[in-house]
């Protein structure tokens, strides 16, 4: 699993917007990633869906609802190729809707 975590932290450096964080697992399947706010995970999912990537919003893992800003996303089954791919396509689903927000993409 290190190749397709390393795959997964190098994409999000690279396609990712400098104003999100993320974890960088030392074991396990899944990276959580954490946006601005101002972005709901949730509804940004169909969004995701058209450009062929999925993801578990963060507020699935919170009893009070918190989370709408996070994501947890997962490498344990996808190749290296695809995880760079999908994170490349989730990372340009995340600018523009941060573009049209107006929110600050670093």
């Not at 190749?3 to 396609?15: F, G, N, P, Y």
């Not at 396990?28 to 969004?47: H, S």
């Amino acid at each position: 699993y290190k190749v397709r975590r390393d795959a997964m932290l190098e994409s999000l450096d690279e396609h990712f917007p400098a104003t999100a964080q993320w974890t960088k697992p030392g074991g396990g399947f899944y990276v959580w990633v954490t946006l601005p706010p101002e972005i709901d995970t949730t509804a940004l999912m169909p969004k995701a869906i058209v450009a062929k990537v999925a993801y578990v919003p963060g507020n699935a893992f919170y009893a009070d609802g918190l989370g709408s800003w996070s994501m947890r996303l997962s490498y344990c089954h996808p190749t290296p190729e695809r995880i760079r791919d999908g994170v490349k396509a989730l990372g340009g689903v995340i600018k523009q809707e941060m573009q049209r927000r107006g929110t600050a993409l670093n």
